[in-house]
């Protein structure tokens, strides 16, 4: 079975800290990806990275950016929190030379910015 | 861009009743199409896809799909649905887009089945 892990399930941060989203997986995938989901919007891609130290925006970088120096793991990160990033995050991966879309997904980290 | 189109937010069933959820795409070349679920408190998972061949496929837990290729439709089907059922489903599609191929999600439909 493919696992994707997400290091925090629940973060609550203030306006202006900077923020950490980690995403490992266990198979020797090479593509990996952020969406963030929220109610009546779905999940909407963040950024995708097709190998090590690769990475391309999706359709809502703004505020984001993010750190592959591993293949096993995907990092995202908030470089100044606001309100507005209040969400559920999700990594997922998808196997493969090319990007098929079939995703498997990490249980997903809340972030809660105050 | 690619856009996906979810026709329902909110679907409200009994046991035993069928289901049809609508989903709409908005891409002219050749697309992988996708439902996801999300039950509560668990991870999206893969419900059933459709790459090429046969239009109609079948997922697990006696859910199918249709593709429609005029109509740029996905929609998902199940004859009866049960109490189980009671999630969250997400059509998405995988087309080539710059940057490489990307996959685009609705924006879900909550489906609640009434025991």
């Known amino acids: 079975d493919v696992k994707v892990t997400q290091s925090s399930r629940y973060l609550v941060k203030r306006t202006g800290e900077k923020v950490f989203l980690e995403c490992v997986q266990d198979?020797?995938?090479?593509?990996m990806f952020w969406y963030r989901q929220d109610p009546g919007l779905g999940l909407r891609l963040i950024y995708f990275?097709?190998?090590?130290?690769?990475?391309e925006k999706g359709d809502i970088p703004e505020g984001y950016s993010v750190s592959r120096e591993k293949k096993e793991r995907f990092s995202l990160i908030l470089e100044s929190a606001s309100t507005n990033q209040t969400s559920m995050y999700l990594c997922?991966?998808?196997?493969?030379?090319?990007?098929?879309?079939?995703?498997?997904f990490g249980e997903g980290s809340r972030l809660t910015v105050l | 861009a690619q856009s996906v189109s979810q026709h329902n937010h909110h679907v409200i069933l009994s046991e035993a009743a069928s289901l049809e959820l609508g989903c709409n795409y908005s891409?002219?070349?050749?697309?992988?199409l996708f439902w996801y679920v999300q039950y509560p408190g668990q991870h999206l998972q893969l419900l059933l896809k459709?790459?090429?061949?046969?239009?109609l496929v079948k997922g697990i837990k006696g859910f199918e799909a249709e593709f429609i290729k005029s109509k740029f439709s996905f929609n998902l089907r199940k004859p009866s649905v049960q109490w189980s059922d009671t999630a969250e489903y997400f059509c998405?599609?995988?087309?080539?887009?710059?940057?490489?191929?990307?996959?685009?999600f609705g924006a879900g439909t909550r489906l609640f089945v009434k025991a």
């Open positions: 997922a991966i998808s196997s493969g030379s090319t990007n098929t879309g079939e995703l498997f």
């Open positions: 198979m020797d995938h090479e593509n």
């Open positions: 990275s097709y190998d090590v130290k690769m990475k």
């Open positions: 891409y002219g070349g050749t697309v992988n």
């Open positions: 459709y790459f090429s061949g046969d239009p």
């Open positions: 998405a599609v995988n087309a080539r887009d710059t940057g490489g191929f990307k996959t685009i």
